[in-house]
């Protein structure tokens, strides 16, 4: 007996006049049904720390049994009959892989959505048997409550038989099963240090952007307030205002994986722009230089409020980027908030008892913060 294994599909159809006349052949005649075929558990010798199956779903057109086979003699028929696996498709594939295969629960959980999973027999002249199988199936990572797919995997082999003989049959059907578990176990040993849809773990860290070399643009520093100087805009100002400031938040977001870990490193950046600043000549004065410092720090605290709703708690692995992009723009909508609050309040510097009870309010949140000592 001869068998032939080489990825992909083989489609070869069987002349439909040679199966009538097989048909013909046996007509007649009692035809004994065939006994299933027993999957033989076995210790592959491949194994992995990285996952484990832990389902397998059945999506084949067909799942009444694994093919059609050519009976022996004995039975009095000659025409190909449907076939299973002792007990069933699925349950004896899934008795196989936990016994053959690593199954560790702790580890990373992976189902096998098994498309087509098939034998398909043909008599030849005289007493030979051809028979061609095909695998396909999906692989999937559970991860959060959902199902994230990996890719799919096909694959098919051919072999020759006497009609007398069905021993190739299971070790054939076996060794496809096998090998699609290989191949799994090869590209997720391979992928998972690196590969974002394996990772089991995010983490993010912050940077505080504070390298001022730019003419135009200050970013936060608490070692550094506000001075006159930073106020490039010029004198002249809408309405009745002394000075205004040109606050911003921006931030830098950069994700690797590395050991099945999401780092993410976010860089926020409070800034405020010189050339958009501008204060009357008469205005220069400690107190209006505190008001606008204020908006300076609602920004800074902006900043923070930030950092704490993407923390990796409130992160997910599937949706982390969205996350902190929705939080971004929550961030943004905060600071105009807080700038108009503050304004409103203070009428713009000209109420000092609402002043202090920002500045205050100011101060005690960066120190709480550890923003200021």
């Keep these: 007996m001869k068998t032939y294994f080489r990825r992909g599909l083989f489609f070869l159809a069987a002349p439909l006049l040679v199966l009538s006349l097989l048909a013909m052949r046996g007509a007649g005649q009692p035809a004994a049904k065939m006994d299933p075929l027993v999957l033989k558990s076995e210790q592959l010798p491949f194994q992995t720390r990285e996952f484990y199956i832990s389902d397998v779903i059945d999506e084949r057109p067909n799942a009444k049994g694994v093919g059609l086979l050519v009976p022996t003699p004995s039975t009095g028929s000659s025409t190909p009959q449907t076939v299973d696996f002792q007990g069933g498709s699925v349950p004896a594939i899934k008795k196989y892989i936990k016994e053959s295969f690593s199954h560790n629960p702790k580890l990373r959980p992976i189902v096998m959505r098994l498309k087509e999973y098939q034998v398909t027999e043909k008599q030849t002249s005289g007493s030979r048997v051809e028979g061609q199988m095909q695998i396909s199936a999906g692989f999937e990572v559970q991860r959060e409550g959902k199902r994230i797919h990996l890719f799919d995997y096909r694959s098919g082999a051919r072999y020759a038989r006497t009609i007398g003989s069905q021993s190739v049959v299971e070790p054939t059907l076996r060794k496809m099963l096998s090998e699609s578990l290989r191949y799994l176990t090869t590209w997720v040993d391979k992928e998972a240090p690196y590969n974002e849809k394996l990772a089991r773990e995010i983490k993010v860290y912050f940077e505080d952007y504070v390298r001022n070399q730019d003419d135009d643009t200050v970013f936060y520093d608490p070692k550094r307030p506000l001075t006159w100087n930073d106020f490039q805009g010029g004198s002249r100002i809408s309405g009745s205002y002394a000075a205004s400031v040109f606050p911003g938040l921006s931030n830098d977001i950069h994700a690797t994986v590395k050991d099945g870990v999401i ?111």
Excluded: C
């Design 263 to 373: 780092h993410v490193r976010v860089s926020t950046k409070p800034y405020i722009l010189r050339n958009l600043s501008k204060v009357l000549p008469n205005a220069r004065n400690e107190y209006a230089l505190n008001h606008e410092q204020r908006h300076f720090d609602i920004v800074k605290l902006v900043s923070e409020h930030y950092k704490q709703r993407i923390r990796p708690e409130k992160l997910t692995l599937e949706d982390y980027e969205s996350i902190i992009k929705y939080q971004y723009l929550e961030a943004l909508w905060e600071m105009d908030r807080l700038q108009k609050q503050y304004d409103g309040e203070t009428g713009h510097g000209m109420n000092h008892g609402a002043q202090e009870r920002w500045n205050k309010k100011i101060d005690d949140e960066l120190r709480a913060l550890k923003v200021k000592q």
